[in-house]
Protein backbone atom coordinates (compact mmCIF):
# COMPACT_ATOMS: atom_id res chain seq x y z
CA UNK A 1 0.00 0.00 0.00
CA UNK A 2 0.98 3.91 -0.16
CA UNK A 3 0.77 6.40 1.40
CA UNK A 4 1.46 10.14 0.65
CA UNK A 5 1.88 13.02 3.16
CA UNK A 6 1.70 16.96 1.99
CA UNK A 7 3.02 18.80 5.08
CA UNK A 8 2.02 22.39 4.82
CA UNK A 9 -2.24 22.31 4.48
CA UNK A 10 -1.76 26.04 3.67
CA UNK A 11 0.60 28.48 1.75
CA UNK A 12 0.52 31.99 2.25
CA UNK A 13 3.05 33.35 -0.45
CA UNK A 14 3.49 37.14 -1.57
CA UNK A 15 3.24 37.42 -5.44
CA UNK A 16 6.79 37.21 -7.01
CA UNK A 17 8.17 35.25 -4.12
CA UNK A 18 9.37 31.92 -4.28
CA UNK A 19 6.68 28.73 -3.53
CA UNK A 20 8.09 24.89 -2.01
CA UNK A 21 5.17 22.45 -1.70
CA UNK A 22 6.47 19.88 0.31
CA UNK A 23 5.38 16.17 -0.66
CA UNK A 24 6.80 12.91 1.32
CA UNK A 25 5.54 9.62 0.37
CA UNK A 26 5.62 5.78 1.84
CA UNK A 27 5.39 2.26 -0.20
CA UNK A 28 6.89 -0.80 -0.23
CA UNK A 29 6.80 -0.85 -3.93
CA UNK A 30 8.66 1.14 -6.70
CA UNK A 31 5.98 3.95 -7.92
CA UNK A 32 5.92 7.41 -10.23
CA UNK A 33 5.30 10.40 -8.62
CA UNK A 34 3.06 13.16 -9.87
CA UNK A 35 2.12 16.73 -8.92
CA UNK A 36 -2.11 17.61 -9.74
CA UNK A 37 -2.83 21.70 -9.70
CA UNK A 38 -6.61 22.13 -8.59
CA UNK A 39 -7.62 26.02 -10.21
CA UNK A 40 -10.51 27.38 -8.09
CA UNK A 41 -14.00 25.34 -9.37
CA UNK A 42 -12.12 23.10 -11.91
CA UNK A 43 -11.08 19.76 -12.03
CA UNK A 44 -7.38 18.50 -11.48
CA UNK A 45 -4.85 18.87 -13.97
CA UNK A 46 -1.13 17.45 -14.17
CA UNK A 47 1.16 19.90 -13.42
CA UNK A 48 4.54 17.30 -13.80
CA UNK A 49 5.60 13.93 -12.93
CA UNK A 50 8.59 11.70 -12.49
CA UNK A 51 8.89 8.71 -14.15
CA UNK A 52 12.76 7.95 -14.26
CA UNK A 53 15.87 9.54 -15.23
CA UNK A 54 16.85 12.96 -13.83
CA UNK A 55 15.49 13.82 -10.51
CA UNK A 56 14.80 17.62 -11.13
CA UNK A 57 11.19 17.25 -13.26
CA UNK A 58 9.69 20.93 -15.19
CA UNK A 59 6.80 21.15 -15.32
CA UNK A 60 3.42 23.13 -17.08
CA UNK A 61 3.26 27.09 -15.68
CA UNK A 62 7.43 27.54 -14.24
CA UNK A 63 6.53 24.50 -11.88
CA UNK A 64 9.28 21.95 -11.30
CA UNK A 65 9.88 19.06 -8.44
CA UNK A 66 12.81 17.11 -7.45
CA UNK A 67 13.01 13.54 -6.54
CA UNK A 68 14.86 12.14 -3.43
CA UNK A 69 14.73 8.68 -2.97
CA UNK A 70 16.87 8.44 -0.04
CA UNK A 71 13.97 11.02 1.53
CA UNK A 72 10.78 9.58 -0.05
CA UNK A 73 9.97 13.07 -0.96
CA UNK A 74 8.73 14.98 -4.09
CA UNK A 75 9.13 18.73 -3.69
CA UNK A 76 7.27 20.96 -5.59
CA UNK A 77 8.48 24.31 -6.19
CA UNK A 78 8.48 27.68 -8.28
CA UNK A 79 10.64 30.58 -8.07
CA UNK A 80 8.37 33.22 -8.80
CA UNK A 81 4.62 32.62 -8.29
CA UNK A 82 2.02 34.86 -9.63
CA UNK A 83 -1.32 35.81 -8.57
CA UNK A 84 -2.98 33.21 -11.09
CA UNK A 85 -0.71 30.23 -9.33
CA UNK A 86 -3.43 30.65 -6.76
CA UNK A 87 -4.86 27.22 -6.27
CA UNK A 88 -4.77 23.59 -4.63
CA UNK A 89 -1.94 21.80 -5.30
CA UNK A 90 -2.18 17.33 -4.80
CA UNK A 91 0.86 15.33 -4.54
CA UNK A 92 0.21 11.59 -5.83
CA UNK A 93 1.88 8.22 -6.39
CA UNK A 94 1.04 5.53 -8.42
CA UNK A 95 3.01 1.89 -8.42
CA UNK A 96 5.39 1.04 -11.68
CA UNK A 97 4.33 -2.35 -11.09
CA UNK A 98 0.70 -3.07 -12.24
CA UNK A 99 -2.46 -0.97 -12.61
CA UNK A 100 -3.79 2.48 -12.49
CA UNK A 101 -4.08 3.61 -9.17
CA UNK A 102 -3.30 7.56 -7.77
CA UNK A 103 -3.13 7.90 -3.99
CA UNK A 104 -3.11 11.12 -3.35
CA UNK A 105 -2.27 13.36 -0.25
CA UNK A 106 -4.31 15.62 1.69
CA UNK A 107 -3.45 18.98 -0.49
CA UNK A 108 -2.14 22.24 -0.12
CA UNK A 109 -3.52 25.48 -0.77
CA UNK A 110 -1.67 28.09 -1.84
CA UNK A 111 -2.88 31.68 -1.23
CA UNK A 112 -0.85 34.25 -3.28
CA UNK A 113 -1.38 37.58 -2.43
CA UNK A 114 -0.65 40.67 -4.48
CA UNK B 1 -11.46 18.41 -27.77
CA UNK B 2 -10.21 15.66 -25.55
CA UNK B 3 -12.34 15.90 -22.27
CA UNK B 4 -13.99 14.19 -19.68
CA UNK B 5 -17.68 15.09 -18.50
CA UNK B 6 -20.01 14.49 -15.89
CA UNK B 7 -23.09 15.47 -15.35
CA UNK B 8 -24.81 17.07 -13.26
CA UNK B 9 -22.09 19.81 -11.76
CA UNK B 10 -23.97 20.41 -9.11
CA UNK B 11 -26.63 18.65 -7.66
CA UNK B 12 -28.48 19.34 -4.15
CA UNK B 13 -30.73 16.43 -2.82
CA UNK B 14 -32.29 14.84 0.12
CA UNK B 15 -30.97 11.54 2.20
CA UNK B 16 -32.79 8.47 0.57
CA UNK B 17 -33.48 9.88 -2.71
CA UNK B 18 -31.79 7.17 -5.63
CA UNK B 19 -29.21 9.73 -8.14
CA UNK B 20 -26.61 8.88 -10.35
CA UNK B 21 -24.13 11.02 -11.77
CA UNK B 22 -23.13 10.44 -15.50
CA UNK B 23 -19.26 10.36 -16.51
CA UNK B 24 -18.57 10.15 -20.26
CA UNK B 25 -14.74 10.19 -21.52
CA UNK B 26 -13.87 10.78 -25.68
CA UNK B 27 -10.15 9.82 -25.38
CA UNK B 28 -10.92 5.84 -26.00
CA UNK B 29 -9.42 5.37 -22.55
CA UNK B 30 -9.77 1.80 -20.90
CA UNK B 31 -9.35 2.57 -17.37
CA UNK B 32 -12.06 4.82 -15.31
CA UNK B 33 -12.35 5.70 -11.93
CA UNK B 34 -14.32 8.01 -9.46
CA UNK B 35 -13.14 10.05 -7.15
CA UNK B 36 -14.12 12.16 -3.67
CA UNK B 37 -12.45 14.81 -2.21
CA UNK B 38 -12.95 16.19 1.11
CA UNK B 39 -11.32 18.61 2.92
CA UNK B 40 -7.75 17.66 4.33
CA UNK B 41 -8.10 14.15 2.82
CA UNK B 42 -7.27 14.45 -0.79
CA UNK B 43 -9.24 12.51 -3.32
CA UNK B 44 -9.98 9.17 -2.12
CA UNK B 45 -10.51 6.31 -4.85
CA UNK B 46 -14.64 5.10 -5.14
CA UNK B 47 -14.34 2.73 -7.72
CA UNK B 48 -12.41 2.04 -10.69
CA UNK B 49 -12.89 0.44 -13.93
CA UNK B 50 -10.24 -1.75 -16.25
CA UNK B 51 -13.02 -2.30 -18.94
CA UNK B 52 -16.02 -2.80 -20.09
CA UNK B 53 -17.87 -4.43 -17.77
CA UNK B 54 -14.73 -5.17 -15.69
CA UNK B 55 -14.78 -2.69 -12.36
CA UNK B 56 -13.43 -3.25 -8.72
CA UNK B 57 -13.83 -1.75 -4.94
CA UNK B 58 -11.69 1.46 -4.37
CA UNK B 59 -10.71 2.69 -0.93
CA UNK B 60 -14.04 3.86 0.09
CA UNK B 61 -17.00 1.80 -1.71
CA UNK B 62 -19.71 1.76 0.64
CA UNK B 63 -22.92 3.49 -0.23
CA UNK B 64 -21.59 3.39 -3.83
CA UNK B 65 -22.73 1.19 -7.49
CA UNK B 66 -20.91 1.84 -10.67
CA UNK B 67 -21.32 0.34 -13.96
CA UNK B 68 -19.13 -0.05 -17.30
CA UNK B 69 -21.57 -1.30 -20.38
CA UNK B 70 -20.11 1.00 -22.83
CA UNK B 71 -15.99 2.31 -23.09
CA UNK B 72 -17.14 5.64 -23.22
CA UNK B 73 -19.24 5.89 -19.83
CA UNK B 74 -19.02 4.96 -16.48
CA UNK B 75 -21.94 6.65 -14.19
CA UNK B 76 -21.82 6.43 -10.32
CA UNK B 77 -25.20 5.48 -8.73
CA UNK B 78 -25.88 6.39 -5.31
CA UNK B 79 -28.78 4.39 -4.36
CA UNK B 80 -29.78 5.73 -0.75
CA UNK B 81 -27.83 8.71 -0.55
CA UNK B 82 -26.91 9.64 3.17
CA UNK B 83 -24.89 13.49 4.52
CA UNK B 84 -21.46 11.66 4.73
CA UNK B 85 -21.93 11.29 0.59
CA UNK B 86 -21.87 15.39 0.76
CA UNK B 87 -18.42 15.54 -1.16
CA UNK B 88 -17.02 16.95 -4.62
CA UNK B 89 -16.48 13.65 -6.62
CA UNK B 90 -14.21 13.82 -9.82
CA UNK B 91 -14.11 10.98 -12.39
CA UNK B 92 -11.30 10.47 -14.28
CA UNK B 93 -9.93 8.34 -17.03
CA UNK B 94 -6.59 7.21 -18.86
CA UNK B 95 -5.05 4.50 -21.14
CA UNK B 96 -3.45 0.96 -19.91
CA UNK B 97 -0.31 0.00 -20.70
CA UNK B 98 1.73 2.72 -21.09
CA UNK B 99 4.12 3.67 -17.89
CA UNK B 100 3.18 6.75 -16.13
CA UNK B 101 0.20 7.46 -18.05
CA UNK B 102 -1.78 10.69 -16.85
CA UNK B 103 -4.91 10.87 -15.47
CA UNK B 104 -7.86 12.75 -17.04
CA UNK B 105 -9.98 14.37 -14.48
CA UNK B 106 -13.93 16.09 -15.12
CA UNK B 107 -14.70 19.10 -13.85
CA UNK B 108 -16.15 17.96 -10.65
CA UNK B 109 -19.86 17.60 -9.71
CA UNK B 110 -20.52 18.94 -5.99
CA UNK B 111 -23.26 16.72 -4.00
CA UNK B 112 -24.89 17.62 -1.32
CA UNK B 113 -27.02 15.58 0.80
CA UNK B 114 -30.15 16.84 3.55
Known amino acids: AQSVTQLDSQVPVFEEAPVELRCNYS??????LFWYVQYPNQGLQLLLK??????LVKGINGFEAEFNKSQTSFHLRKPSVHISDTAEYFC????????????FGGGTRVLVKP | EAQVTQNPRYLITVTGKKLTVTCSQN?????MSWYRQDPGLGLRQIYYSMNVEVTDKGDVPEGYKVSRKEKRNFPLILESPSPNQTSLYFCASSSVGTQGNEQYFGPGTRLTVT
Open chain 1, 92 to 103: AVKPRAAGNKLT
Open chain 1, 27 to 32: SSVSVY
Open chain 2, 27 to 31: MNHEY
Open chain 1, 50 to 55: YLSGST
